[in-house]
């Protein structure tokens, strides 16, 4: 796995055992599906990391800012990175009550068919995104919001995530 810059807190160092999230904190769908990933049991076995304020080095090797800020991205414990629904699939196999989803999810073609409806959320999830002036001042690079989308007016909404709501359901 990968250590983050020398400066990093012993709770930033990631461990061999350890799933890491990667989020856009400033998307207000995106927080609320994280914020009730958090809350699940064994949500403290993972490593959460809001890329919209992160130093780069909190990304690791091989995610851009950009990349992550665009889609959904979860490390698994052997340093390998998963996105989209593959990412989701990865999350909810660590969370005790959603394993069992997440082992169907990634079982045969569900991963190519769950991602073709997350990005299907992923072509309106700019209209939920704060833009960079409603974002808080860090001392991490910038956020870079561009992408297919750039330029286009983002009025900030709330909503809870389609994802956890399908969990909720079950």
């Known amino acids: ?3 983050t810059g020398a400066n990093m807190t012993q709770e930033n ?3 061999q055992n350890e799933v890491v ?3 856009d904190g400033a998307c207000p769908v995106c927080s609320s599906e994280i914020a009730y990933y958090r809350r699940q049991p064994g949500a403290d076995t993972c490593q959460w990391i809001d890329a919209s304020n992160c130093a ?3 990304l690791g090797p091989g995610l851009t800012r950009a990349a992550a800020l665009k889609r959904f991205h979860v490390r698994r414990p052997d340093g390998t990175l998963a996105d989209g629904a593959r990412g989701f699939g990865v999350l909810w196999q660590a969370l005790p009550r959603t ?3 997440g082992h169907i999810v990634s079982f ?3 991963p190519v068919v769950l991602d073709f409806a997350y990005r299907g959320f992923l072509a309106v999830r700019p209209l939920w995104r704060k833009t960079p002036s409603e974002l808080p001042a860090t001392s991490a690079t910038p956020v870079d919001t561009t ?4 330029g286009e007016p983002r009025p900030v909404q709330s909503g809870s995530g389609a994802f956890g709501a399908l969990v ?3």
């Open 1 to 3: 796995m990968f250590k």
């Open 13 to 15: 160092v990631v461990t």
């Open 21 to 23: 999230v990667y989020f």
């Open 56 to 58: 780069d080095t909190d």
């Open 99 to 101: 394993a069992w989803l």
């Open 108 to 110: 045969g073609p569900m």
């Open 147 to 150: 992408n297919e989308h750039a």
């Open 168 to 170: 909720r359901r079950l």
